[in-house]
Nanobody
C-alpha cells in the first residue's frame, strides 16, 4: 500500500520560513529513486497547482512565483521528500501535497501552510 504523509506546515508571518516533509511508504527503492517527485498546493477555492519538482537526477524546477525562495530536495534512502520554504508570502497559503510520478493517483492528507500579512 503506497502512502504519502505530509508534515511541517503551520501558521507563519510573511517573511518567515517552514520546512515541509513527505514521508512515503510502500514504494520500493528502485522505483522511488527512479522517477520525479513533486510538491503541489491548493489554495481555498482554487485548483491544485504544481509548486516544485525534483527529478531522479536531482535537477529541480519551480513555479515562477517561488523561484529563489523554495528549495525541493529528496532523501532516497529514507524515501522522503522535503520543501524548504523561505521568505513566505500570503499567496503561498494553501494545503501542500507531495507526489511521486510513478503513483500519480496517490495523495496524502496534505499539510496546511498559512502565511499572514
Amino acid at each position: 500500500q503506497v502512502r504519502l504523509v505530509e508534515s511541517g506546515g503551520g501558521l507563519v508571518q510573511a517573511g518567515g520560513s517552514l520546512r515541509l516533509s513527505c514521508q512515503t511508504s510502500g514504494i520500493i527503492l528502485s522505483v522511488f529513486r527512479g522517477n520525479s517527485m513533486d510538491w503541489y498546493r491548493q489554495a481555498p477555492g482554487k485548483q491544485r497547482e504544481l509548486v516544485a519538482t525534483i527529478e531522479s537526477s536531482g535537477a529541480t524546477n519551480y513555479k515562477d512565483s517561488v523561484k529563489g525562495r523554495f528549495a525541493i530536495s529528496r532523501d532516497n534512502s529514507r524515501r522522503r521528500l522535503y520543501l524548504e520554504m523561505n521568505a513566505l508570502e500570503p499567496d503561498d497559503t494553501g494545503l501542500y501535497y507531495c507526489a511521486h510520478r510513478s503513483y500519480r493517483d496517490y495523495w496524502g492528507q496534505g499539510t496546511q501552510v498559512t502565511v499572514s500579512s
